[in-house]
């Protein structure tokens, strides 16, 4: 499960949970600190709570990269016709246990577009499961040390032989100028500098890096930005 490099270390296979445990600051936490050290505290004390379009995205992480079992053991599709707030729907709330809810048709068609994201990112070679090793080359933890700062990077998809760092980023358009003013104003060009360092790092080569974009709504247009 583990590759090392000079007392550096790549981890396959670790849970999203174990990883948030180990020690290292990671890229959204350091991002903090461009605004102000106070920005970076708050941000190590406070955990976010995440929109219905993050939610989403995570949804997506979930089926596309760690595949149909892992999505199915931690999401449920919400029956249509029932309401939550109902004895009905509570009871059926209760008969699922932890597992996420998403629903069908509304504004957001949570539950529809998960799906659709999904079988747009497949038709992909980089995102076909048919590929020997797919799901271990997902989620992929590293740690270093940088200049005396332990660090540590959880990347969506690492291609070592081709050189390449892959990373998935629901939006609600590809249009260039748009996603790029998004890259910007949300730090993803930070990200994508600090996932490459990651990479670099443990690998002794250089990497690229780039954003997979997707819509969230049909026809769920797909599009790669090289950062």
């Known amino acids: 499960k583990r590759r090392y490099f000079d007392g550096m270390e790549c981890v396959y296979n670790q ?23 106070a920005h970076y505290q708050a941000a190590l ?19 596309t990269l760690d ?63 048919a590929q020997e090793d797919y799901i271990k080359h997902n989620e992929v933890s590293i740690y270093w040390n940088w200049n005396g700062v332990d660090c540590k990077a959880r990347l969506d998809r690492l291609m070592v032989e081709e050189g390449l760092v892959l990373d998935l980023k629901t939006t609600d358009t590809i249009e260039p100028e748009m996603f790029t003013k998004k890259v910007v104003n949300l730090g993803y060009d930070f990200q994508a500098a600090y996932y490459a360092k990651a990479a670099e790092a443990v690998f002794n080569k250089p990497f690229r890096f780039i954003f997979v974009a997707i819509e ?6 797909v599009d790669p930005f090289e950062v």
């Open 15 to 37: 849970s999203d949970f174990d990883y948030r445990r180990e020690e290292g600051v990671n890229q959204s936490s350091l991002k903090k600190i461009l605004e102000s050290p």
């Open 45 to 63: 004390k406070h955990r976010m709570i995440p929109t219905p379009a993050m939610e989403m995205g995570t949804a997506l992480h979930c089926l």
């Open 67 to 129: 595949g149909q079992a892992a999505f199915d053991n931690l999401y449920v599709k919400k029956p249509d016709g029932i309401k939550l707030t109902t004895k009905e729907g509570k009871d059926w709330k209760a008969s699922v246990g932890r597992k996420k809810v998403l629903s069908t048709g509304g504004k957001d068609d949570a539950w529809n577009s998960v799906l659709g994201m999904d079988a747009s990112l497949k038709r992909l070679v980089w995102f076909s499961p």
């Open 216 to 221: 969230r709504k049909a026809p769920y247009t």
